[in-house]
Protein backbone atom coordinates (compact mmCIF):
# COMPACT_ATOMS: atom_id res chain seq x y z
CA UNK A 1 0.00 0.00 0.00
CA UNK A 2 1.62 3.21 -0.52
CA UNK A 3 0.20 6.09 1.43
CA UNK A 4 -0.37 9.41 0.13
CA UNK A 5 0.43 12.73 2.30
CA UNK A 6 -2.22 14.77 3.19
CA UNK A 7 -1.18 18.09 1.55
CA UNK A 8 -4.44 19.68 3.89
CA UNK A 9 -3.49 18.46 6.95
CA UNK A 10 -0.33 20.07 9.31
CA UNK A 11 2.59 19.40 8.00
CA UNK A 12 4.85 17.40 10.17
CA UNK A 13 7.86 19.75 8.12
CA UNK A 14 7.91 23.46 8.28
CA UNK A 15 10.37 26.13 7.41
CA UNK A 16 9.08 29.75 7.72
CA UNK A 17 11.24 32.16 6.59
CA UNK A 18 14.26 30.78 7.13
CA UNK A 19 17.66 31.85 6.46
CA UNK A 20 20.81 30.89 6.90
CA UNK A 21 24.33 32.87 7.02
CA UNK A 22 27.04 31.34 8.33
CA UNK A 23 30.02 32.62 10.28
CA UNK A 24 32.33 33.29 6.65
CA UNK A 25 29.22 35.30 5.40
CA UNK A 26 28.00 32.92 3.27
CA UNK A 27 24.17 33.50 2.60
CA UNK A 28 23.19 29.76 2.49
CA UNK A 29 19.34 29.62 2.54
CA UNK A 30 17.64 32.91 1.96
CA UNK A 31 13.64 33.15 2.56
CA UNK A 32 12.97 29.19 2.93
CA UNK A 33 9.22 28.29 3.21
CA UNK A 34 8.26 25.01 2.82
CA UNK A 35 5.52 22.77 4.56
CA UNK A 36 5.80 18.74 3.88
CA UNK A 37 2.76 16.32 5.00
CA UNK A 38 2.98 13.36 6.79
CA UNK A 39 4.14 10.50 4.47
CA UNK A 40 5.83 13.01 1.91
CA UNK A 41 8.35 12.11 -0.63
CA UNK A 42 10.68 14.91 -1.44
CA UNK A 43 13.40 15.43 -3.35
CA UNK A 44 15.61 18.43 -3.11
CA UNK A 45 17.35 19.03 -6.34
CA UNK A 46 19.90 22.03 -7.48
CA UNK A 47 23.21 22.70 -7.99
CA UNK A 48 26.62 21.92 -5.96
CA UNK A 49 26.45 25.00 -3.88
CA UNK A 50 22.95 25.40 -3.67
CA UNK A 51 22.08 25.13 0.01
CA UNK A 52 20.29 21.62 -0.37
CA UNK A 53 22.83 20.22 2.83
CA UNK A 54 22.30 23.57 4.84
CA UNK A 55 18.81 22.49 4.36
CA UNK A 56 19.45 18.94 5.36
CA UNK A 57 21.78 20.03 8.70
CA UNK A 58 18.97 22.15 9.30
CA UNK A 59 16.75 19.58 9.52
CA UNK A 60 18.84 17.39 11.76
CA UNK A 61 20.11 20.50 13.73
CA UNK A 62 23.30 20.32 13.00
CA UNK A 63 23.01 23.64 12.60
CA UNK A 64 20.39 26.42 13.84
CA UNK A 65 18.68 28.84 11.63
CA UNK A 66 20.02 32.43 11.51
CA UNK A 67 16.39 33.98 11.34
CA UNK A 68 12.96 32.08 10.51
CA UNK A 69 11.50 28.83 12.17
CA UNK A 70 12.06 24.93 11.92
CA UNK A 71 9.01 23.14 13.12
CA UNK A 72 9.40 19.23 13.03
CA UNK A 73 6.52 17.26 14.40
CA UNK A 74 5.72 20.16 16.70
CA UNK A 75 8.87 21.16 17.91
CA UNK A 76 10.89 24.20 17.09
CA UNK A 77 14.21 23.27 16.21
CA UNK A 78 15.82 26.50 16.62
CA UNK A 79 15.10 26.93 20.13
CA UNK A 80 15.47 23.24 21.13
CA UNK A 81 17.38 22.23 24.16
CA UNK A 82 20.85 21.08 23.83
CA UNK A 83 19.61 18.20 25.63
CA UNK A 84 16.72 17.01 23.82
CA UNK A 85 18.55 16.86 20.74
CA UNK A 86 19.26 13.45 20.99
CA UNK A 87 15.81 12.69 21.59
CA UNK A 88 14.61 14.91 18.34
CA UNK A 89 17.31 12.83 16.39
CA UNK A 90 15.90 9.70 17.81
CA UNK A 91 12.62 10.34 15.54
CA UNK A 92 14.85 10.51 12.40
CA UNK A 93 16.76 7.85 10.19
CA UNK A 94 19.26 9.68 8.70
CA UNK A 95 21.40 8.25 5.84
CA UNK A 96 24.86 9.90 3.64
CA UNK A 97 26.44 9.96 0.75
CA UNK A 98 29.77 8.69 2.11
CA UNK A 99 27.47 6.00 4.28
CA UNK A 100 28.99 6.99 7.72
CA UNK A 101 29.60 3.22 9.34
CA UNK A 102 31.73 2.57 11.79
CA UNK A 103 34.64 0.86 10.35
CA UNK A 104 35.43 -1.28 13.44
CA UNK A 105 32.22 -3.04 13.94
CA UNK A 106 30.34 -5.25 11.75
CA UNK A 107 27.32 -4.83 9.55
CA UNK A 108 25.49 -6.32 12.65
CA UNK A 109 27.20 -3.82 14.98
CA UNK A 110 26.92 -0.98 13.16
CA UNK A 111 22.76 -1.43 12.55
CA UNK A 112 22.55 -2.75 15.89
CA UNK A 113 24.37 0.86 17.43
CA UNK A 114 21.54 2.97 16.67
CA UNK A 115 19.19 0.93 19.22
CA UNK A 116 22.29 0.34 21.75
CA UNK A 117 22.28 4.45 22.10
CA UNK A 118 18.48 4.64 23.26
CA UNK A 119 19.43 1.39 25.51
CA UNK A 120 16.82 -1.41 24.02
CA UNK A 121 17.68 -4.66 25.56
CA UNK A 122 19.16 -7.08 23.83
CA UNK A 123 16.64 -9.14 22.33
CA UNK A 124 14.69 -6.38 21.02
CA UNK A 125 17.87 -5.44 19.63
CA UNK A 126 18.48 -9.01 17.80
CA UNK A 127 15.06 -8.87 16.91
CA UNK A 128 15.21 -5.65 15.18
CA UNK A 129 18.51 -6.06 13.64
CA UNK A 130 17.95 -8.93 11.78
CA UNK A 131 14.00 -7.69 10.16
CA UNK A 132 16.03 -4.63 9.10
CA UNK A 133 18.65 -6.27 7.99
CA UNK A 134 16.29 -8.62 6.12
CA UNK A 135 14.50 -5.10 4.59
CA UNK A 136 17.82 -4.82 2.88
CA UNK A 137 18.40 -8.20 1.99
CA UNK A 138 21.85 -7.77 3.77
CA UNK A 139 20.55 -11.58 6.08
CA UNK A 140 23.88 -13.53 6.23
CA UNK A 141 26.38 -10.57 6.00
CA UNK A 142 25.74 -9.57 9.95
CA UNK A 143 29.38 -10.25 10.96
CA UNK A 144 31.04 -8.87 7.67
CA UNK A 145 33.42 -5.62 8.29
CA UNK A 146 32.03 -2.57 6.03
CA UNK A 147 35.54 -2.91 4.08
CA UNK A 148 34.70 -6.30 2.93
CA UNK A 149 31.32 -4.58 1.50
CA UNK A 150 30.66 -3.12 -2.14
CA UNK A 151 28.97 0.50 -1.98
CA UNK A 152 25.79 -0.74 -2.89
CA UNK A 153 26.13 -3.16 0.46
CA UNK A 154 27.14 -0.41 2.27
CA UNK A 155 24.75 2.22 2.07
CA UNK A 156 22.09 -1.25 2.30
CA UNK A 157 23.65 -1.41 5.75
CA UNK A 158 23.26 2.52 6.35
CA UNK A 159 19.64 2.65 5.47
CA UNK A 160 19.03 -0.09 8.18
CA UNK A 161 20.75 1.29 10.69
CA UNK A 162 18.43 4.52 10.34
CA UNK A 163 15.07 2.48 10.12
CA UNK A 164 15.69 -0.19 12.57
CA UNK A 165 14.39 2.09 15.67
CA UNK A 166 11.15 2.96 13.13
CA UNK A 167 11.91 6.69 12.67
CA UNK A 168 9.35 8.77 11.29
CA UNK A 169 11.56 10.62 8.92
CA UNK A 170 14.01 9.75 7.01
CA UNK A 171 16.30 12.15 5.79
CA UNK A 172 18.87 11.57 3.48
CA UNK A 173 21.99 13.47 2.07
CA UNK A 174 23.00 12.33 -1.99
CA UNK A 175 22.51 8.31 -0.63
CA UNK A 176 22.95 7.57 -4.19
CA UNK A 177 25.95 9.76 -5.20
CA UNK A 178 28.76 7.10 -4.66
CA UNK A 179 26.99 3.97 -6.66
CA UNK A 180 26.61 2.95 -9.61
CA UNK A 181 23.11 3.84 -11.71
CA UNK A 182 21.92 0.01 -11.14
CA UNK A 183 22.94 0.22 -7.53
CA UNK A 184 21.44 3.52 -6.95
CA UNK A 185 18.15 2.03 -8.40
CA UNK A 186 18.28 -0.96 -5.90
CA UNK A 187 18.69 1.70 -3.30
CA UNK A 188 15.65 4.01 -4.33
CA UNK A 189 13.38 0.81 -4.32
CA UNK A 190 14.56 0.82 -0.73
CA UNK A 191 13.22 4.03 0.24
CA UNK A 192 10.03 4.10 -1.43
CA UNK A 193 9.20 0.68 0.66
CA UNK A 194 10.33 2.75 3.98
CA UNK A 195 8.09 6.16 2.18
CA UNK A 196 5.16 3.23 2.24
CA UNK A 197 4.80 1.66 5.34
CA UNK A 198 4.83 5.71 6.43
CA UNK A 199 7.71 7.28 6.68
CA UNK A 200 8.31 11.23 5.18
CA UNK A 201 11.31 10.77 3.37
CA UNK A 202 13.19 13.87 2.34
CA UNK A 203 16.13 13.50 0.20
CA UNK A 204 18.69 15.84 -1.34
CA UNK A 205 20.32 13.73 -4.68
CA UNK A 206 21.85 15.05 -7.75
CA UNK A 207 20.63 11.85 -9.34
CA UNK A 208 18.03 12.93 -12.39
CA UNK A 209 17.27 9.99 -14.20
CA UNK A 210 15.50 8.69 -10.68
CA UNK A 211 13.95 12.05 -9.89
CA UNK A 212 12.55 11.95 -13.25
CA UNK A 213 11.75 8.52 -13.10
CA UNK A 214 9.90 8.48 -10.11
CA UNK A 215 7.72 11.49 -10.24
CA UNK A 216 7.75 12.85 -6.84
CA UNK A 217 7.70 15.90 -5.24
CA UNK A 218 10.45 18.04 -6.37
CA UNK A 219 11.56 21.10 -4.51
CA UNK A 220 14.62 23.18 -6.70
CA UNK A 221 17.05 25.32 -4.83
CA UNK A 222 18.56 27.71 -6.27
CA UNK A 223 21.66 30.40 -4.89
CA UNK A 224 19.84 29.58 -1.93
CA UNK A 225 16.24 30.28 -2.24
CA UNK A 226 13.12 27.81 -3.57
CA UNK A 227 12.85 28.00 -7.17
CA UNK A 228 10.61 25.64 -8.02
CA UNK A 229 8.02 22.90 -5.69
CA UNK A 230 6.47 20.50 -7.95
CA UNK A 231 4.23 18.16 -6.68
CA UNK A 232 5.03 15.37 -9.37
CA UNK A 233 8.46 16.76 -10.54
CA UNK A 234 10.83 16.81 -12.75
CA UNK A 235 15.07 17.17 -12.35
CA UNK A 236 14.55 19.93 -14.77
CA UNK A 237 11.72 22.50 -15.05
CA UNK A 238 9.32 21.07 -17.93
CA UNK A 239 9.06 23.86 -20.36
CA UNK A 240 6.67 21.89 -22.53
CA UNK A 241 4.48 20.33 -19.55
CA UNK A 242 3.71 23.07 -16.82
CA UNK A 243 3.72 21.63 -13.01
CA UNK A 244 1.32 21.44 -10.67
CA UNK A 245 2.73 24.56 -8.06
CA UNK A 246 1.99 23.94 -4.75
CA UNK A 247 2.74 27.27 -3.48
CA UNK B 1 20.96 2.55 32.99
CA UNK B 2 22.38 -0.74 33.95
CA UNK B 3 22.53 -1.45 30.20
CA UNK B 4 23.88 1.66 29.49
CA UNK B 5 26.73 0.99 31.90
CA UNK B 6 27.66 -2.26 30.32
CA UNK B 7 27.45 -1.27 26.93
CA UNK B 8 30.08 1.58 27.91
CA UNK B 9 31.88 -0.87 29.79
CA UNK B 10 32.37 -2.89 26.64
CA UNK B 11 32.97 -0.16 24.29
CA UNK B 12 35.86 0.68 26.52
CA UNK B 13 37.59 -2.68 26.91
CA UNK B 14 37.12 -2.75 22.84
CA UNK B 15 38.48 0.21 22.11
CA UNK B 16 41.48 0.20 24.64
CA UNK B 17 43.03 -2.59 23.04
CA UNK B 18 41.82 -1.96 19.12
CA UNK B 19 43.25 1.36 19.67
CA UNK B 20 46.32 -0.32 21.30
CA UNK B 21 49.65 2.17 20.08
CA UNK B 22 47.33 5.36 21.33
CA UNK B 23 46.31 3.44 24.55
CA UNK B 24 50.15 2.66 25.02
CA UNK B 25 50.79 5.94 24.53
CA UNK B 26 48.78 6.87 27.15
CA UNK B 27 49.56 4.67 29.39
CA UNK B 28 53.21 5.41 29.44
CA UNK B 29 52.54 9.27 29.92
CA UNK B 30 50.49 8.32 32.77
CA UNK B 31 53.10 6.01 33.91
CA UNK B 32 56.01 8.19 34.11
CA UNK B 33 53.84 11.00 35.72
CA UNK B 34 52.80 8.53 38.55
CA UNK B 35 56.68 7.52 38.80
CA UNK B 36 57.38 11.15 39.36
CA UNK B 37 54.75 11.60 41.93
CA UNK B 38 55.26 8.45 43.71
CA UNK B 39 59.10 9.17 43.94
CA UNK B 40 58.08 12.66 45.32
CA UNK B 41 55.54 11.09 47.51
CA UNK B 42 58.47 8.83 48.84
CA UNK B 43 60.83 11.25 49.59
CA UNK B 44 58.82 12.95 51.17
CA UNK B 45 57.77 10.11 53.40
CA UNK B 46 61.57 8.85 54.11
CA UNK B 47 62.16 12.95 54.87
CA UNK B 48 59.65 13.07 57.43
CA UNK B 49 60.74 10.05 58.74
CA UNK B 50 63.98 11.52 59.19
CA UNK B 51 62.82 14.79 60.53
CA UNK B 52 60.54 12.84 63.27
CA UNK B 53 63.31 11.32 64.44
CA UNK B 54 65.11 14.76 64.62
CA UNK B 55 62.13 16.27 65.70
CA UNK B 56 61.89 13.60 68.81
CA UNK B 57 64.72 13.95 69.69
CA UNK B 58 65.13 18.13 70.10
CA UNK B 59 61.53 18.47 71.52
CA UNK B 60 63.01 17.25 75.08
CA UNK B 61 64.53 19.53 77.27
CA UNK B 62 66.61 18.81 80.11
CA UNK B 63 66.03 21.29 82.85
CA UNK B 64 69.65 21.37 85.10
CA UNK B 65 68.67 21.37 88.98
CA UNK B 66 70.80 23.35 91.12
CA UNK B 67 72.72 20.82 93.95
CA UNK B 68 71.37 23.01 96.65
CA UNK B 69 67.42 22.50 95.09
CA UNK B 70 65.59 20.79 98.09
CA UNK B 71 63.80 17.52 97.02
CA UNK B 72 60.46 19.17 97.64
CA UNK B 73 60.57 22.17 95.32
CA UNK B 74 61.97 19.71 92.53
CA UNK B 75 59.06 17.43 92.93
CA UNK B 76 56.81 20.84 93.43
CA UNK B 77 58.45 22.33 89.70
CA UNK B 78 58.20 18.91 88.12
CA UNK B 79 53.89 18.62 88.89
CA UNK B 80 53.38 22.27 87.76
CA UNK B 81 55.83 21.06 84.70
CA UNK B 82 53.39 17.70 83.89
CA UNK B 83 50.29 19.46 84.40
CA UNK B 84 51.10 22.01 81.51
CA UNK B 85 49.18 21.12 78.22
CA UNK B 86 52.47 22.01 76.33
CA UNK B 87 53.80 18.89 78.34
CA UNK B 88 53.70 15.62 77.40
CA UNK B 89 55.95 13.38 80.17
CA UNK B 90 58.66 14.83 82.92
CA UNK B 91 61.29 12.56 84.46
CA UNK B 92 63.02 13.54 87.47
CA UNK B 93 66.74 12.20 87.01
CA UNK B 94 69.10 12.01 90.02
CA UNK B 95 72.64 13.18 90.43
CA UNK B 96 73.36 9.48 90.38
CA UNK B 97 71.38 8.20 87.62
CA UNK B 98 72.77 11.23 85.61
CA UNK B 99 76.22 9.71 86.36
CA UNK B 100 75.41 6.15 85.56
CA UNK B 101 73.54 7.22 82.34
CA UNK B 102 76.54 9.39 81.55
CA UNK B 103 78.96 6.96 81.97
CA UNK B 104 77.06 3.81 80.11
CA UNK B 105 77.06 5.93 77.05
CA UNK B 106 80.55 4.59 74.84
CA UNK B 107 81.08 7.89 74.05
CA UNK B 108 81.70 9.05 76.65
CA UNK B 109 83.86 6.53 78.00
CA UNK B 110 87.22 8.24 78.28
CA UNK B 111 85.80 10.93 80.18
CA UNK B 112 83.93 8.99 82.32
CA UNK B 113 87.11 7.03 83.70
CA UNK B 114 88.69 10.66 84.57
CA UNK B 115 85.58 11.57 86.52
CA UNK B 116 86.17 12.34 90.44
CA UNK B 117 83.10 12.04 92.43
CA UNK B 118 79.89 13.35 90.56
CA UNK B 119 80.11 16.81 89.04
CA UNK B 120 76.85 16.48 86.89
CA UNK B 121 73.81 18.16 88.33
CA UNK B 122 70.21 15.76 88.63
CA UNK B 123 67.75 16.87 85.74
CA UNK B 124 64.10 17.20 84.74
CA UNK B 125 63.86 15.63 81.33
CA UNK B 126 61.32 17.66 79.87
CA UNK B 127 58.89 16.17 76.41
CA UNK B 128 57.28 18.49 74.78
CA UNK B 129 54.57 17.63 72.50
CA UNK B 130 55.40 20.59 70.00
CA UNK B 131 58.71 21.39 68.77
CA UNK B 132 57.64 25.36 69.21
CA UNK B 133 56.76 25.22 72.51
CA UNK B 134 60.29 23.95 73.52
CA UNK B 135 61.13 27.67 73.43
CA UNK B 136 58.59 28.55 76.03
CA UNK B 137 59.45 25.82 78.22
CA UNK B 138 63.20 26.66 78.72
CA UNK B 139 62.07 30.29 79.11
CA UNK B 140 59.92 29.13 82.24
CA UNK B 141 63.30 26.66 83.03
CA UNK B 142 65.40 29.68 83.66
CA UNK B 143 62.56 31.77 85.80
CA UNK B 144 62.02 28.81 88.53
CA UNK B 145 64.62 29.42 91.26
CA UNK B 146 65.74 25.81 91.74
CA UNK B 147 67.50 25.80 87.87
CA UNK B 148 71.14 25.26 87.76
CA UNK B 149 72.13 29.47 87.13
CA UNK B 150 75.58 28.36 85.40
CA UNK B 151 73.87 25.85 82.79
CA UNK B 152 70.16 25.91 83.12
CA UNK B 153 69.21 23.99 80.14
CA UNK B 154 70.32 21.61 76.86
CA UNK B 155 67.72 23.75 74.84
CA UNK B 156 69.73 24.98 71.54
CA UNK B 157 67.69 27.21 70.28
CA UNK B 158 69.29 28.17 66.63
CA UNK B 159 69.16 24.34 66.42
CA UNK B 160 65.42 23.96 67.08
CA UNK B 161 64.83 26.80 64.80
CA UNK B 162 66.18 25.55 61.68
CA UNK B 163 64.62 22.18 62.12
CA UNK B 164 61.46 23.90 62.23
CA UNK B 165 62.33 25.87 59.33
CA UNK B 166 63.96 23.31 57.37
CA UNK B 167 60.56 20.46 57.76
CA UNK B 168 58.67 24.00 56.89
CA UNK B 169 60.40 24.09 53.53
CA UNK B 170 60.22 20.93 53.10
CA UNK B 171 56.56 20.30 53.48
CA UNK B 172 56.36 23.28 50.88
CA UNK B 173 58.85 22.51 48.16
CA UNK B 174 56.89 18.76 48.17
CA UNK B 175 53.57 20.12 47.76
CA UNK B 176 54.80 22.65 45.28
CA UNK B 177 56.57 19.59 43.40
CA UNK B 178 53.39 17.78 43.56
CA UNK B 179 50.47 20.75 42.44
CA UNK B 180 53.48 21.15 39.31
CA UNK B 181 53.50 17.70 38.59
CA UNK B 182 49.56 17.80 38.90
CA UNK B 183 49.34 20.06 36.10
CA UNK B 184 51.52 18.79 33.68
CA UNK B 185 50.13 15.80 34.39
CA UNK B 186 46.50 17.24 33.46
CA UNK B 187 47.92 18.59 30.32
CA UNK B 188 49.88 16.03 28.84
CA UNK B 189 46.86 13.59 29.68
CA UNK B 190 44.27 15.39 27.75
CA UNK B 191 46.51 15.96 24.76
CA UNK B 192 47.16 12.39 24.17
CA UNK B 193 43.39 11.25 25.09
CA UNK B 194 42.79 14.15 22.71
CA UNK B 195 44.71 12.68 20.12
CA UNK B 196 42.83 9.57 20.68
CA UNK B 197 39.43 10.71 21.06
CA UNK B 198 40.50 12.99 17.36
CA UNK B 199 41.31 8.83 15.44
CA UNK B 200 37.60 8.40 16.58
CA UNK B 201 35.72 11.76 15.65
CA UNK B 202 33.60 9.56 13.36
CA UNK B 203 32.49 7.13 15.69
CA UNK B 204 31.30 10.02 17.93
CA UNK B 205 29.72 11.79 15.17
CA UNK B 206 28.01 8.51 14.19
CA UNK B 207 26.64 8.22 17.80
CA UNK B 208 25.65 12.02 18.41
CA UNK B 209 23.73 11.07 14.77
CA UNK B 210 21.65 8.39 15.78
CA UNK B 211 20.54 10.14 19.12
CA UNK B 212 23.52 9.51 21.77
CA UNK B 213 23.28 12.05 24.95
CA UNK B 214 26.62 13.34 25.69
CA UNK B 215 26.93 11.13 28.45
CA UNK B 216 26.37 7.92 26.20
CA UNK B 217 29.01 9.64 24.27
CA UNK B 218 31.28 10.35 27.07
CA UNK B 219 30.95 7.28 29.33
CA UNK B 220 33.01 5.05 27.51
CA UNK B 221 36.02 7.89 27.00
CA UNK B 222 36.15 8.29 30.59
CA UNK B 223 35.80 4.31 31.52
CA UNK B 224 38.50 4.07 29.17
CA UNK B 225 40.32 7.00 30.69
CA UNK B 226 39.89 5.33 34.24
CA UNK B 227 41.58 2.16 33.09
CA UNK B 228 44.32 3.86 31.16
CA UNK B 229 45.23 5.57 34.98
CA UNK B 230 44.87 2.33 36.45
CA UNK B 231 46.98 0.68 34.44
CA UNK B 232 49.72 3.24 34.49
CA UNK B 233 48.88 3.12 38.36
CA UNK B 234 49.82 -0.43 38.23
CA UNK B 235 52.75 -0.05 36.64
CA UNK B 236 54.15 2.59 38.52
CA UNK B 237 53.28 1.06 41.60
CA UNK B 238 54.74 -2.16 41.04
CA UNK B 239 58.45 -0.19 39.33
CA UNK B 240 58.81 2.21 42.41
CA UNK B 241 57.73 -1.10 44.80
CA UNK B 242 60.86 -3.33 43.19
CA UNK B 243 63.37 -0.07 43.67
CA UNK B 244 61.92 0.99 47.36
CA UNK B 245 64.25 -1.29 49.29
CA UNK B 246 67.35 -1.57 47.02
CA UNK B 247 67.51 2.25 46.32
CA UNK B 248 66.86 2.99 50.03
CA UNK B 249 69.91 0.53 51.26
CA UNK B 250 72.08 1.92 48.63
CA UNK B 251 71.40 5.51 49.83
CA UNK B 252 72.03 4.07 53.53
CA UNK B 253 75.20 2.57 52.65
CA UNK B 254 76.18 5.73 50.85
CA UNK B 255 75.00 8.84 53.32
CA UNK B 256 75.04 7.14 56.53
CA UNK B 257 74.55 10.03 58.80
CA UNK B 258 70.82 10.24 57.71
CA UNK B 259 68.68 7.52 59.41
CA UNK B 260 66.40 6.97 56.23
CA UNK B 261 64.65 3.68 56.50
CA UNK B 262 62.73 1.37 54.42
CA UNK B 263 58.84 1.24 55.27
CA UNK B 264 57.13 -1.39 54.07
CA UNK B 265 53.86 -0.36 55.57
CA UNK B 266 54.11 3.04 53.70
CA UNK B 267 53.60 0.87 50.57
CA UNK B 268 49.44 0.44 50.82
CA UNK B 269 49.40 4.29 51.06
CA UNK B 270 51.17 4.79 47.97
CA UNK B 271 49.13 2.07 46.34
CA UNK B 272 45.97 3.95 47.03
CA UNK B 273 47.07 7.16 46.42
CA UNK B 274 48.51 5.95 42.92
CA UNK B 275 45.55 3.70 41.49
CA UNK B 276 43.52 7.14 43.37
CA UNK B 277 45.52 9.49 41.07
CA UNK B 278 45.56 7.60 37.81
CA UNK B 279 42.38 6.92 37.57
CA UNK B 280 41.18 10.33 38.50
CA UNK B 281 44.05 11.56 35.88
CA UNK B 282 42.74 9.52 33.29
CA UNK B 283 38.87 10.45 34.09
CA UNK B 284 39.83 14.14 34.06
CA UNK B 285 41.93 13.78 30.90
CA UNK B 286 39.06 11.59 28.85
CA UNK B 287 36.41 14.14 30.10
CA UNK B 288 38.48 17.12 28.95
CA UNK B 289 39.85 16.18 25.68
CA UNK B 290 36.88 14.24 24.95
CA UNK B 291 34.67 17.64 25.69
CA UNK B 292 35.07 19.50 22.13
CA UNK B 293 33.94 16.71 20.27
CA UNK B 294 31.28 15.61 22.14
CA UNK B 295 29.18 19.08 22.59
CA UNK B 296 26.28 18.94 19.78
Excluded: C
Aim: hydrophobic share 45%; no cysteine; proline share 5%.
Amino acid sequence: MVLTPDFATRPVISFQHVFKTYPTGTEALRDVNLEVPEGDFLFLVGPSGAGKSTLVRLLIREEKPSKGKIFVDGIELGRMKRRRLPHYRRKVGLVFQDFKLLPNLTVYENVAFAMRVLGDPDHEIQARVAEALDTVSLSGKEHTYPANLSGGEQQRVAIARALVHAPRFIIADEPTGNLDPATAWEIMQLFLRINARGATVVMATHNREIVDLLRRRVIAIDAGQIARDDRSGRYHEDVAKPQVRVQ
Amino acid sequence: MLRNLKFAFNSAWQSFWRNLAVSLAAVLSITLILILAGINLLVGHAFSQVLDGFRDKVSEISINVSDDTPLPNVYDFQQQLAADPRVTSVKFVTKDEALTQFKSDPQNGVLAQQIDGNPLDAKLDVHVKNLGDVAAIDAKARQWSGVDPTDPTNYQGDFVNRMLQLSQWLGLAGAALLVILLIVSVVIVMNTIRTAVYHRRKEIEVMKLVGATEWFVRGPFVIEGIMTGLVAAAIALALLVISYEPVVARFKSDVGFIPLSYDPAFISSLATDLLLAGALLGALGSYIGVRRYVRI
